[in-house]
């Protein structure tokens, strides 16, 4: 294949794409293949010899597609969303046929200066403080894990990497129980280690971290010895939509010098719209807050959107300049692979930049809302339905339930065969998790495409099939 042959090829993908959206509501969402069933059909090895694109493309649609689950189904209402609207794949589209390598400025100045005016629109649309600034990172786990290193660096003053942690006093990390498994892996990865993650007790209806107890966890480290280092806060936990108490969780953690890193991966894109900021009032006060645009507001993994207040204490933790990597001659310019783990980035920020202006703020805060609205009157419905309970309240669009007969005797194996059945139905999709111990229905709506219909229709979808267990 060479570029000559790209335009019959590019045309061809670019009309695949518009069938394969139009036709999705078609498409069971949950692949439904069997363990081995797609690797049984690959060849144990490469081709010698070249073979016509044409061949390869029937093949894809042979092998490949049974096996993929239908992340932008309009009824995929599992896990978080993972959108991909139109003029971001677009966007996305220019960038693989460049595919420029943007860890420095010199290397491509165009991604570096945008990602700079993208963070600064995206944290004015967010009613962020412009003392904050942003980085685009691969996930909310590379955020985090960025968060964790200067948390550990900080209270080492910035000596851990140098000299390792082998000398140093045991280091505390405090968190609830309701963070996603990201921080968990930070800490491991960070030398910090898992049993020096405090867990902290939630309260109230929204399930926050406890900030007594935190106060009180962090005295009784530093009384026994250790060496706390940061408070990790969620708005929007992915199990249930917990929210801790951004405000006072600071507050708790400002009085003790720690470093505060909010994880709002996927509420975080609600917060364009004022009327939901309420969810992580006081977030002014922590030192990075870290949102995915690639989950609810629009634009396809990878892009995650990571704010800090003191960029130097995040460049002082992961920056390192070999002479190979020094642009001579320029000052004042940002090199973003000194703001994250890897060294090598994409031109994530194009996609925002086509995003923002296409649909413009108020389209997608009308998304927004809508899916909202939609998940809150679905709620209801399950809420007044004979043999269904509402676990957990709506946050945003996120909610539990559990279906709940009378007589039946073991409600944990009888709402995960429920989750099963409805799956390989294959007209929605949803998962599972747990509260207090409990296995519940867990439901969020948040796919781009999304309409009200697609909405309700898992309703009757999930009260049809009930009825036959």
């Known amino acids: 294949m060479r570029w000559t042959d790209f335009p019959k090829w590019g045309r061809y993908v670019a009309d695949w794409a518009a069938e394969y959206h139009g036709s999705l509501r078609q498409r069971p969402v949950r692949a439904q293949t069997k363990p081995g069933e797609i690797a049984a059909q690959l060849a144990p090895a490469a081709p010698e010899q070249g073979?016509?694109?044409?061949?390869?493309?029937?093949?894809?649609?042979?092998?490949?597609?049974?096996?993929?689950?239908?992340?932008?189904?309009?009824?995929?209402?599992?896990?978080?969303?993972?959108?991909?609207?139109?003029?971001?794949?677009?966007?996305?589209?220019?960038?693989?046929?460049?595919?420029?390598?943007?860890?420095?400025?010199?290397?491509?100045?165009?991604?570096?200066?945008?990602?700079?005016?993208?963070?600064?629109?995206?944290?004015?649309?967010?009613?962020?403080?412009?003392?904050?600034?942003?980085?685009?990172?691969?996930?909310?786990?590379?955020?985090?894990?960025?968060?964790?290193?200067?948390?550990?660096?900080?209270?080492?003053?910035?000596?851990?990497?140098?000299?390792?942690?082998?000398?140093?006093?045991r280091l505390r990390i405090y968190a609830s129980e309701e963070v996603h498994t990201s921080v968990d892996r930070a800490i491991w990865i960070s030398g910090i280690g898992q049993n020096n993650l405090v867990r902290i007790p939630t309260q109230g209806p929204m399930r926050a971290m406890d900030p007594a107890k935190l106060d009180a966890a962090i005295k009784a480290d530093i009384d026994a010895g250790y060496l706390p280092a940061?408070?990790?806060?969620?708005?929007?936990?992915?199990?249930?939509?917990?929210?801790?108490?951004?405000?006072?969780?600071?507050?708790?953690?400002?009085?003790?010098?720690?470093?505060?890193?909010?994880?709002?991966?996927?509420?975080?894109?609600?917060?364009?719209?004022?009327?939901?900021?309420?969810?992580?009032?006081?977030?002014?006060?922590?030192?990075?807050v870290v949102l995915n645009p690639h989950k609810w507001m629009g634009t396809q993994f990878d892009l995650s959107a990571h704010f800090v207040r003191a960029p130097e204490d995040l460049t002082r933790t992961l920056a390192i300049q070999p002479e190979y990597l020094k642009t001579h001659g320029k000052d004042g310019i940002i090199n973003y692979s000194e703001w994250s783990v890897p060294l090598g980035r994409r031109f994530r920020a194009l996609k925002l930049?086509?995003?923002?202006?296409?649909?413009?703020?108020?389209?997608?805060?009308?998304?927004?809302?809508?899916?909202?609205?939609?998940?809150?009157?679905?709620?209801?419905?399950?809420?007044?339905?004979?043999?269904?309970?509402?676990?957990?309240?709506?946050?945003?669009?996120?909610?539990?339930?559990?279906?709940?007969?009378?007589?039946?005797?073991?409600?944990?194996?009888?709402?995960?065969?429920?989750?099963?059945?409805?799956?390989?139905?294959?007209?929605?999709?949803?998962?599972?998790?747990?509260?207090?111990?409990?296995?519940?229905?867990?439901?969020?709506?948040?796919?781009f495409e999304a309409t009200r219909d697609d909405v309700m229709t898992a309703y009757d979808v999930i009260t049809e099939l009930a009825a036959t267990l």
């Open 51 to 169: 073979q016509p694109v044409d061949e390869v493309i029937k093949d894809f649609e042979r092998i490949v597609m049974p096996g993929i689950t239908h992340w932008q189904h309009p009824r995929f209402f599992a896990y978080f969303p993972s959108n991909a609207s139109p003029a971001a794949v677009l966007a996305d589209f220019f960038t693989t046929v460049m595919a420029p390598q943007c860890m420095l400025w010199q290397t491509s100045p165009a991604a570096t200066e945008m990602e700079t005016r993208m963070m600064d629109w995206l944290r004015d649309a967010l009613g962020l403080p412009q003392a904050f600034h942003g980085v685009i990172q691969d996930s909310a786990s590379g955020a985090t894990l960025a968060a964790v290193l200067t948390m550990r660096e900080r209270s080492l003053n910035w000596a851990g990497n140098q000299d390792g942690l082998s000398d140093q006093p």
């Open 230 to 288: 940061g408070v990790i806060a969620c708005t929007g936990g992915t199990g249930t939509g917990a929210c801790d108490d951004i405000s006072a969780t600071c507050d708790v953690a400002a009085a003790h010098g720690l470093y505060t890193h909010v994880d709002a991966a996927w509420a975080g894109s609600a917060m364009l719209c004022e009327e939901f900021r309420t969810l992580w009032k006081g977030v002014e006060k922590a030192d990075s």
């Open 353 to 447: 930049w086509f995003l923002f202006r296409t649909y413009g703020l108020e389209g997608l805060r009308t998304m927004l809302r809508n899916h909202v609205t939609w998940s809150e009157e679905l709620c209801e419905r399950f809420r007044t339905t004979p043999d269904f309970e509402i676990v957990t309240e709506p946050v945003l669009s996120l909610f539990t339930f559990r279906y709940a007969p009378k007589g039946a005797s073991d409600l944990d194996a009888l709402n995960q065969r429920l989750v099963d059945v409805v799956n390989d139905d294959g007209r929605i999709y949803i998962t599972q998790t747990r509260t207090k111990g409990a296995l519940v229905i867990r439901f969020q709506a948040g796919q």
